[in-house]
């Protein structure tokens, strides 16, 4: 499995009073690593929405904390998917203070990828170049008939 590092000093916008991130900006670190991982490849979140007229919706998110993050820190978003079938994948994210094993927090990202045009957005399957995308950062056998 092929972990994808995407490193982010915490700003002070981030924090509350006493300096720690506030729980929701977390999100946006596993936000900007998705679109990170998207852009190592050669594409980008923006590119491939346009070439392929998609949506990436989110259907679930969750996060579990284990050590604050403070202001100035270092950080890394480790980002990697567990599983995923022809519309739909999970992601993963770990978050460790940079130079350390020390894991922070952890979450997932369930996505679904939708054809946009019209009036609904529909679920579609993952264009090919999302799938190879995928594929490389996914762990052995990700690849299911369909997860939930």
Same mark, same amino acid.
């Given at each position: /499995? %092929? ?6 000093? =915490?700003? @002070? *916008? &981030? ?7 506030? #729980? ?21 979140? @923006? +590119? /491939?929405?346009?070439? $392929?007229?998609?949506?990436? !919706?989110?259907? &679930? =998110? !969750? ?7 403070? #202001?100035? &820190? ?5 980002? @990697?998917?567990? *599983? $995923? &079938?022809?519309?739909? $994948?999970?992601?993963?994210? *770990?978050? $460790?203070?940079? !130079? ?9 990202? %369930?996505?679904?990828? /939708?054809? %946009? !045009? ?6 579609? +399957? ?19 008939? %369909?997860?939930?």
């Amino acid at each position: /499995m %092929k972990r994808f590092i995407f490193e982010q000093r =915490v700003r @002070w *916008e &981030d924090c509350d009073p006493g300096g720690l991130i506030f #729980y929701g900006n977390y999100f946006r670190y596993f936000e900007a690593a998705e679109e990170e991982l998207l852009r190592s490849t050669g594409t980008s979140e @923006w +590119e /491939m929405k346009q070439k $392929y007229n998609i949506a990436l !919706g989110k259907t &679930d =998110v !969750g996060i579990q904390f284990f050590a604050p993050a403070l #202001y100035d &820190d270092l950080i890394e978003v480790q980002t @990697w998917i567990p *599983e $995923y &079938d022809d519309k739909r $994948y999970l992601m993963r994210f *770990e978050v $460790y203070k940079q !130079g350390t094993e020390t894991l922070l927090c952890k979450a997932h990202a %369930k996505v679904i990828c /939708m054809q %946009k !045009g019209g009036e609904r957005l529909r679920a579609r +399957e993952h264009p090919p170049e999302l799938l190879e995308i995928l594929e490389t950062y996914a762990e052995e056998g990700a690849r299911k008939e %369909k997860i939930r």
